[in-house]
C-alpha cells in the first residue's frame, strides 16, 4: 500500500477540475431522461474523464459481516461479453478470494463514503502474485481499477468501479478525488436501484440554484450574482442558504473548499 507522506496528502483539484465536476453534475440533474440512462451518462462522461477503459455499476448488499452477497442493480460498459463473464466468475471463487475485499470493507466500516484504487488496497508484489490475478483478472485484460463505495440505507451499496486495461498507469490521487467528488454528490441515482427508492423525491438543485451554485464556486459574491441574474441580493442570499443546506457547509470558503479538497474519504489513512 502507499505509504509515503507525499503519496497520502489529500491533493487539491484545480480549478479547471472543479467546473468540470460541476458541469457533470449539473448536466445529469437537469436531465428528463430515467434515471438508468442518467446513470449511464454520468459514468460515462466520469470514466473519459480520469482516463478508464471500463466500468461497472452496482447496487448490492453484503459488504458487512454476516450478510449475504446479493446484487440489486447492475450496469457495465466498455466490457466484452467474455470480459464480464470472467469478471462474474472471479467474483463467485470462494477458494481465491478477491485480494481487495477485506481491505475495501475494513474502510468501508465506519459506514462512509470511501474510494481507493487497487494499489491503495493490494500492492502489486502481492496483486500479481496473487491466483485472482492469474486466474482471472490477467485473462480479463483488466489490472487498475477504482473503486468507490457509497453506503446506503438497509446495509446496501452503491458501487463504482472504473477499470483500466493491463499496461496503463495507476490512477492518481487527483484522478481518484475526482471520482470520489462525482460519486458523493449523486444521491439520487444511487437509490435509483434500491427495492423502494426515493431517488424521484431526493432534492436536486434547480436549474436556478446550479447557476447560482456554479458562480460561488467561481469567487463570485452576492452583489456580483445578483447583477449578472438581475436578481436583488437577498433573493440570492436565498438561494445560497439553500445551495449551503443542500451540500452541509456554512459559508462560501467552505463550499470552496468541500468541491476543491472533497471530504477526506479517497485517502487512506497509514
Known amino acids: 500500500m502507499r505509504t509515503s507522506l507525499e503519496e497520502t496528502k489529500p491533493p487539491v483539484l484545480t480549478e479547471e477540475d472543479v467546473r468540470a465536476v460541476v458541469r457533470l453534475i449539473g448536466r445529469v440533474a437537469g436531465m428528463s431522461e ?128 472504473i477499470h483500466r486495461k493491463p499496461g496503463m498507469a495507476d490512477f492518481t490521487p487527483r484522478e481518484r478525488r475526482i471520482v470520489h467528488l462525482v460519486v458523493s454528490e449523486i444521491d439520487w441515482l444511487h437509490r435509483a436501484d434500491l427495492p423502494v427508492s426515493n431517488a424521484e423525491t431526493t432534492m436536486e438543485l434547480s436549474p436556478r440554484l446550479r447557476v447560482v451554485f456554479a458562480l460561488l464556486l467561481q469567487g463570485w459574491n452576492r452583489k456580483q450574482i445578483a447583477e449578472h441574474l438581475g436578481l436583488t441580493a437577498n433573493t440570492v442570499a436565498g438561494y445560497q442558504k439553500q445551495v449551503y443546506r443542500r451540500f452541509r457547509v456554512n459559508s462560501q470558503p467552505e463550499l470552496m473548499s468541500r468541491f476543491a479538497a472533497g471530504d477526506g474519504g479517497d485517502v487512506a489513512l497509514v
Not at 57 to 76: A, E, K, L, Y
Request: aromatic share 10%; net charge negative; glycine share 10%.
Open 34 to 161: 430515467p434515471l438508468a440512462e442518467r446513470k449511464r451518462v454520468l459514468i460515462e462522461d466520469l470514466v473519459e474523464m480520469v482516463g478508464g477503459t471500463a466500468w461497472m455499476w452496482t447496487t448490492s448488499t453484503g459488504f458487512r459481516p454476516g450478510d449475504t452477497p446479493m446484487t440489486v442493480g447492475f450496469m457495465s460498459g466498455g466490457f466484452s461479453e467474455k470480459q464480464l463473464g470472467i469478471i462474474m466468475e472471479a467474483s463467485q471463487d470462494l477458494d481465491a478470494p478477491m485480494p481487495e475485499n477485506p481491505p475495501m470493507i475494513a474502510a468501508l466500516e465506519p459506514w462512509r463514503h470511501v474510494t481507493r484504487s487497487r494499489t491503495d488496497l493490494v500492492p502489486d508484489e502481492e496483486f500479481y502474485e496473487h491466483a485472482q490475478w492469474q486466474l482471472y483478472r490477467e485473462p480479463a485484460g483488466t489490472d487498475h481499477y477504482l473503486f468507490s463505495l457509497f453506503p446506503l440505507q438497509d446495509g446496501y451499496v452503491s458501487g463504482i468501479g
